[in-house]
């Protein structure tokens, strides 16, 4: 897993990999920048916009692997 080392003027990105691999990665101004963490299902509330991978059911339903939920009137950016 990677983690930002630095933020330069938020268009650029600079991850550090294991082992002490970087790498330079430029975002065109004005794309949002945004970390996953975890969260609680509270804060899945009406009207807040979700993005959600899921799987069939044996009985024809679906299931949720896992669910995004924006915050901070954010939307998932997916």
Do not use: E, W, Y
Not at 6 to 18: A, E, I, N
Not at 37 to 46: I, L, T, V
Not at 53 to 67: E, P, V
């Amino acid at each position: 897993m990677a983690t930002v080392v630095s933020v330069d003027g938020g268009q650029t990105l600079t991850p550090k990999h294991k082992g002490d691999r970087t790498q330079t990665i430029h975002v065109r101004p004005g794309v949002p920048i945004v970390t996953v963490q975890s969260g609680q299902r509270g804060d899945a509330k009406p009207g807040t916009r979700i993005f959600t991978a899921t799987q069939n059911t044996t009985d024809g339903g679906l299931t949720a692997a896992c669910i995004a939920v924006g915050k901070d009137d954010m939307q998932p950016p997916m």
